[in-house]
C-alpha cells in the first residue's frame, strides 16, 4: 500500500502547524503583528523550507517587506525552538517570503466579477433592446 504523502510534505505539514504556534506565542517584534502561516515547502533532503507567509490587515509593501525581514532575523531562534519540538535530526533552515497568491486570488475574484457584472448588464440591454422592438412592431400592425 503506497504512501499518500512522502517525507517532505510530512516535515512541512509539521514546520507549518508548529511556526504557526512558535510566531504567534514566543515572537513579540512590533514589526511583524499578526502572521498567517499560509505553506511551507520543504527540500527534498529536508535542509531547507520555505515559509510563505501573509500579515493581515497589511496591504502596503512598505509594511510588508520589514514584517517579513523581521522575521528572516527571527528565524535561528525559530529553528531552535522547532528542533527543540521535532524528533528529527536536523531541522530545515527556515527562510519566510510573503505569499502574493492570497493577494493574486482576491485580484482576480475581483475581476470575475466585474467581468461578470458588466455581462449582465449587457444581457439586460439586450432583453430590453428586443422587448422594445417587440413592442414597437405590435404597435406597427
Same mark, same amino acid.
Given at each position: ?6 517525507? =517532505?510534505?510530512?516535515? +512541512? ?17 512590533? #514589526? ?5 502561516? /499560509?505553506?511551507? @515547502?520543504? /527540500? #527534498? ?8 507567509? /501573509? ?19 527571527? +528565524?535561528?531562534?525559530? #529553528? =531552535? ?7 528529527? #535530526? ?10 502574493? =497568491?492570497?493577494?493574486?486570488? =482576491? @485580484? ?18 439586450? @432583453? ?12 406597427? @400592425?
Amino acid at each position: 500500500m503506497p504512501r499518500e504523502f512522502n517525507r =517532505s510534505q510530512r516535515v +512541512a505539514d509539521f514546520v507549518q502547524k508548529e511556526l504557526a504556534q512558535l510566531i504567534q506565542q514566543n515572537i513579540r517584534d512590533p #514589526r511583524i503583528g499578526m502572521v498567517d502561516v /499560509t505553506g511551507v @515547502e520543504v /527540500t #527534498r533532503d529536508l535542509s531547507y523550507a520555505k515559509v510563505f507567509v /501573509t500579515f493581515p490587515g497589511k496591504q502596503e509593501e512598505t509594511e510588508i517587506k520589514p514584517a517579513t525581514k523581521a522575521l528572516n532575523h527571527a +528565524a535561528g531562534f525559530l #529553528r =531552535s525552538q522547532l528542533a527543540r519540538r521535532s524528533a528529527m #535530526r536536523s531541522t530545515p533552515r527556515l527562510r519566510f517570503e510573503f505569499d502574493t =497568491s492570497i493577494r493574486r486570488g =482576491s @485580484e482576480l475574484t475581483k475581476l470575475i466579477d466585474s467581468v461578470v457584472e458588466q455581462d449582465k448588464a449587457t444581457q439586460d440591454k439586450a @432583453e430590453q433592446d428586443k422587448q422594445q422592438q417587440s413592442n414597437d412592431s405590435q404597435d406597427e @400592425e
